[in-house]
């Protein structure tokens, strides 16, 4: 009996040994095995780096690190086999402002989501599965924080065993189901950093080996223990969580919420910290005024670092090597990096979308035979999951247990709740006099509509103004050149019912209000060209009715049926419609209205919009100009083109203007009053336009002479509802002033 219980007491105290040897391995050198110990603290981890800087500037070795949600980040990027200099490039080179931002870079829209931008008056969406309404794990997705993390991490994403890194890692996270720590030291190294800063209700949790983990933070956010646990002999701990609040700070309900969030893991933290030696280093940068989202302040938070870490240098300095054995150390360092980059024996999709397979595998450039080029699969994921329906769209490396070899799995999670979608508008306009404007809009998308993989889209908007209209729309013949695109042809078909009202003005006094009701469908096909531009033909019949609603009775009415034939061309590179500061937007229509389709009208129209945005700093100057014509003939139907409102020349009321024929240039000036934020950003901006143009009703009344020059100062913000807009416009003898909720350019 003593027999088994020596043999069972050598078996369970020798399981730790043998993980800490395996944590540590290859340490030959003499002296202490040295853990780094890099806490959770969201921005204020950039701290990290600064002090990773005076370790490697004063010789400390690490033979061992366990981090937690940023100190994961920058934990394993150091124990991948970079260096301290290169964390520092990488800061730098992160473009922080957009991977925190799930949206969707508009250069990236396929064509057809870029015309929904313009048609709906503000992009909120509600979206359903078949249990009813769904709302979000977390605010944010991380679509492009995991794939600027993998790309970084590519190197070692191959290498399954974090002990086989340049320098042994851990990251730690937690089940949310449990609440107990989970430390990952194996499987995909990129999954796992992400896991562990995963915080809650920010990003949603990540499943990982039939848990699902949240951030680190909730139960270790400074892993001292897991550190211990591999093998050292001395901690290096860095902590840079935020304070908690003192009681006099502690003055609303925001901040009660910010103090709740500190608490969690708060008590943990100070048992870990407590259980330090004499002989182990605590580093707390100060960084009082950096926020755990100020992902904008790197060049800040490593120089705290750097602070903090040069106070204590004379507690590191017993821990340093001499030159010779440090460069040894730095060769050995290097020797263990991983360098992934076989040539790839599978390129496999995993998809749980409602796309085809096809559909993914042809934006995908990785091919078997050829190295995994890692930059260009992460512009390659960002292309798929720019065609929408997606939770995510992510890559693993390494072995799939089907095929042999290596190679790349792509896994789509697709979103049951982009298969179908309602979106809410809201539009306010007003002059403070009598043009107050409340619009409303509905638009409800179904992507594959009874899984025929055409879309329906019904639109319904009230207010001043109606529109009901239901359409179907289609693509076809693939085009796999093109980045964002599922076909290089399209077909639509719309049924609609509109209702507008247009004031007609003598001079500057609105004499009569005139109602155009139409009822009829539209038929439309053309071309695609990648996810930029678009040429469309088709056909249009509609029952319209004139009728006055307000004024002299009769002074229009009229009944006729409409039909034409319609032509438009259309580019569109803006970054932003709301307030653009870079590529261009340009537009050509032509519609003949004809009696041999049964119509009763005989003219055509034509018109061209062009916008061009020129950005300079937090400047933008934006030209753009608009040119109608109409043709000779019959004249039962209002006038084509209106002028009058906010940057249609300002100062006049809405579409007071009315003609036959239209020009109108503007030159507008807009100020950015504050930096891009990393992760919420509402800019303001301050400006100014400059516009010249008129109508007519014939060609020959077109002159210099008769172009009415107009202006406006503005304040806008662009907010989650919509662009927001005050502004005060002037004309020649006509002043006002705007208050706009909605899209102006």
């Given at each position: 009996?003593?027999?088994?219980?020596?043999?069972?007491?050598f078996?369970?105290?020798?399981?730790?040994?043998?993980?800490?040897?395996?944590?540590?391995a290859?340490h030959?050198?003499?002296?202490?095995?040295?853990?780094l110990?890099?806490?959770?603290?969201?921005?204020?981890?950039?701290?990290?780096?600064?002090?990773?800087?005076?370790?490697?500037?004063?010789?400390i070795?690490?033979?061992?690190?366990?981090?937690?949600s940023?100190?994961?980040?920058?934990?394993?990027?150091?124990?991948?086999?970079?260096?301290?200099?290169?964390?520092?490039?990488?800061?730098d080179?992160?473009?922080?402002?957009?991977?925190?931002n799930?949206?969707?870079?508009?250069d990236?829209?396929?064509?057809?989501?870029?015309?929904?931008?313009?048609?709906?008056?503000?992009d909120?969406?509600i979206?359903?599965?078949?249990?009813?309404?769904?709302?979000?794990k977390?605010?944010?997705?991380?679509?492009?924080?995991f794939?600027?993390?993998a790309?970084?991490?590519?190197?070692?994403?191959?290498?399954?065993?974090?002990?086989?890194?340049?320098?042994?890692?851990?990251?730690?996270?937690t089940?949310?189901?449990?609440?107990?720590?989970?430390?990952?030291?194996?499987?995909d190294i990129?999954?796992?950093?992400?896991?562990?800063?995963?915080v809650?209700g920010?990003?949603p949790?990540?499943?990982?080996?039939?848990k699902?983990?949240?951030?680190?933070?909730?139960?270790?956010?400074?892993p001292?223990?897991?550190?211990?646990?591999?093998?050292?002999?001395?901690?290096?701990?860095?902590?840079?969580?935020?304070?908690?609040?003192?009681?006099?700070?502690i003055?609303s309900?925001?901040?009660?919420?910010?103090?709740?969030?500190?608490l969690?893991g708060?008590?943990?933290?100070?048992?870990?910290?407590?259980?330090?030696?004499?002989?182990?280093?605590?580093?707390?940068?100060?960084q009082?005024?950096?926020?755990?989202?100020?992902f904008?302040?790197?060049?800040?938070?490593?120089?705290?670092?750097r602070?903090?870490?040069?106070?204590?240098?004379?507690?590191?300095?017993?821990?340093?090597l001499?030159?010779?054995?440090?460069?040894?150390y730095?060769?050995?360092?290097?020797?263990?990096?991983?360098?992934?980059?076989?040539?790839?024996?599978f390129?496999?999709?995993?998809?749980?979308?409602?796309?085809?397979?096809?559909?993914?595998?042809?934006?995908?450039?990785?091919?078997?035979?050829?190295?995994?080029?890692?930059?260009?699969?992460?512009?390659?994921?960002?292309?798929?999951?720019?065609?929408?329906?997606?939770?995510?769209v992510r890559?693993?490396?390494?072995?799939?247990?089907?095929?042999?070899?290596?190679?790349?799995?792509?896994?789509?999670?697709?979103?049951?709740?982009?298969?179908?979608?309602?979106?809410?508008?809201?539009?306010i306009?007003?002059?403070?006099?009598?043009?107050?404007?409340?619009?409303?809009g509905?638009a409800?998308?179904?992507?594959?509509?009874?899984?025929?993989?055409i879309?329906?889209?019904?639109?319904v908007?009230?207010?001043?103004?109606l529109?009901?209209?239901?359409?179907?729309?289609?693509e076809?013949?693939?085009?796999?050149?093109q980045a964002g695109?599922?076909?290089?042809y399209?077909?639509?078909?719309?049924?609609?019912?509109?209702r507008?009202?247009?004031?007609?003005?003598?001079?500057?006094?609105?004499?009569?209000e005139?109602?155009?009701?139409?009822?009829?469908?539209?038929?439309?096909?053309?071309?695609?060209?990648?996810n930029w531009?678009?040429?469309?033909?088709?056909?249009?019949?509609?029952?319209?009715s004139?009728s006055?609603?307000v004024?002299?009775?009769g002074?229009?009415d009229?009944?006729?049926?409409?039909?034409?034939?319609?032509?438009?061309?259309?580019?569109?590179?803006?970054?932003?419609?709301?307030?653009?500061?870079?590529?261009?937007?340009?537009?050509f229509v032509?519609?003949?209205?004809?009696?041999?389709?049964?119509?009763?009208?005989?003219?055509?129209?034509?018109?061209?919009?062009?916008?061009?945005p020129?950005?300079?700093?937090?400047?933008?100057?934006?030209?753009?100009?608009?040119?109608?014509?109409?043709t000779?003939?019959?004249?039962?139907?209002?006038?084509?083109?209106?002028?009058g409102?906010?940057?249609?020349l300002?100062?006049?009321?809405?579409?007071?203007?009315?003609?036959?024929?239209?020009?109108?240039?503007?030159?507008?000036?807009y100020?950015?009053?504050?930096?891009?934020?990393?992760?919420?950003?509402?800019?303001?901006?301050?400006?100014?336009?400059f516009?010249?143009g008129?109508?007519?009703?014939?060609?020959?009344?077109i002159?210099?002479?008769?172009?009415r020059?107009?202006?406006?100062?503005?304040?806008?913000?662009?907010?989650?509802?919509?662009p927001?807009?005050?502004?005060?416009?002037?004309?020649?003898?006509?002043?006002?002033?705007?208050?706009?909720l909605?899209?102006?350019f």
């Amino acid at each position: 009996m003593r027999h088994c219980l020596a043999i069972l007491c050598f078996v369970f105290f020798s399981i730790p040994a043998v993980a800490q040897s395996e944590a540590v391995a290859d340490h030959a050198r003499p002296g202490p095995r040295i853990g780094l110990v890099l806490g959770g603290g969201g921005a204020r981890g950039f701290a990290h780096v600064g002090v990773l800087q005076v370790l490697e500037e004063n010789r400390i070795p690490v033979d061992a690190i366990a981090g937690t949600s940023m100190g994961a980040v920058v934990g394993s990027l150091y124990a991948s086999g970079k260096s301290a200099t290169e964390l520092k490039a990488i800061t730098d080179e992160i473009p922080w402002t957009n991977v925190f931002n799930d949206n969707i870079p508009r250069d990236r829209l396929s064509f057809r989501r870029k015309r929904d931008e313009r048609d709906v008056l503000i992009d909120f969406r509600i979206s359903f599965d078949d249990k009813g309404l769904v709302l979000p794990k977390g605010v944010l997705r991380g679509q492009d924080l995991f794939l600027t993390l993998a790309e970084y991490l590519a190197p070692v994403r191959g290498t399954q065993d974090f002990n086989k890194f340049a320098i042994p890692f851990r990251a730690v996270a937690t089940d949310i189901e449990t609440g107990e720590t989970e430390v990952m030291g194996d499987g995909d190294i990129a999954t796992a950093v992400f896991a562990s800063m995963a915080v809650p209700g920010g990003l949603p949790p990540v499943e990982r080996n039939g848990k699902l983990l949240v951030d680190g933070m909730v139960s270790d956010n400074v892993p001292i223990d897991v550190a211990r646990s591999m093998g050292v002999d001395r901690l290096i701990v860095v902590d840079v969580g935020t304070p908690l609040q003192r009681r006099d700070q502690i003055n609303s309900f925001v901040s009660v919420l910010s103090q709740m969030q500190l608490l969690l893991g708060h008590k943990a933290v100070a048992q870990q910290i407590a259980s330090l030696s004499p002989a182990d280093v605590l580093i707390r940068p100060d960084q009082p005024d950096i926020g755990a989202t100020a992902f904008g302040r790197s060049v800040e938070g490593i120089a705290a670092g750097r602070a903090a870490a040069l106070a204590v240098v004379d507690k590191l300095r017993p821990y340093a090597l001499p030159e010779a054995e440090w460069q040894a150390y730095l060769a050995a360092r290097k020797a263990r990096a991983p360098s992934y980059a076989p040539k790839l024996q599978f390129v496999k999709v995993d998809n749980h979308s409602d796309l085809p397979d096809r559909t993914i595998k042809d934006l995908v450039s990785a091919e078997p035979g050829k190295p995994l080029d890692a930059p260009q699969m992460t512009a390659d994921l960002q292309d798929v999951y720019a065609l929408g329906g997606f939770r995510s769209v992510r890559y693993t490396v390494g072995p799939d247990g089907v095929h042999p070899g290596e190679g790349v799995t792509i896994t789509a999670d697709g979103d049951p709740t982009s298969a179908n979608w309602l979106q809410l508008g809201l539009g306010i306009s007003t002059d403070f006099n009598r043009n107050n404007n409340v619009r409303l809009g509905f638009a409800y998308t179904d992507r594959n509509f009874f899984g025929t993989g055409i879309e329906w889209r019904s639109d319904v908007r009230v207010g001043s103004n109606l529109l009901i209209e239901s359409g179907f729309y289609t693509e076809f013949g693939r085009n796999s050149a093109q980045a964002g695109l599922t076909g290089r042809y399209f077909a639509e078909f719309t049924p609609f019912w509109s209702r507008v009202d247009t004031s007609l003005y003598i001079d500057k006094q609105a004499i009569s209000e005139v109602r155009d009701s139409r009822v009829g469908a539209r038929m439309d096909g053309g071309m695609l060209f990648g996810n930029w531009g678009e040429l469309r033909l088709g056909l249009s019949v509609a029952d319209v009715s004139l009728s006055t609603t307000v004024g002299f009775p009769g002074f229009t009415d009229d009944n006729f049926i409409d039909t034409d034939w319609h032509a438009a061309f259309t580019v569109d590179r803006l970054d932003n419609i709301r307030f653009p500061t870079n590529g261009f937007y340009t537009r050509f229509v032509f519609t003949d209205h004809v009696r041999w389709l049964g119509g009763d009208l005989s003219y055509g129209v034509g018109s061209m919009k062009l916008l061009k945005p020129i950005s300079w700093g937090r400047n933008t100057l934006l030209l753009s100009g608009e040119a109608g014509f109409t043709t000779s003939g019959d004249g039962r139907s209002l006038g084509d083109f209106r002028l009058g409102g906010f940057l249609n020349l300002s100062g006049l009321d809405e579409n007071q203007l009315i003609g036959r024929h239209k020009l109108i240039g503007r030159t507008v000036f807009y100020h950015r009053l504050s930096a891009q934020a990393p992760i919420v950003d509402f800019p303001v901006y301050v400006g100014g336009s400059f516009e010249l143009g008129n109508t007519w009703e014939g060609l020959d009344r077109i002159g210099l002479d008769s172009l009415r020059p107009a202006g406006s100062a503005f304040v806008g913000a662009d907010t989650p509802l919509g662009p927001f807009i005050i502004a005060a416009g002037v004309t020649r003898g006509n002043g006002a002033l705007y208050l706009i909720l909605g899209r102006v350019f």
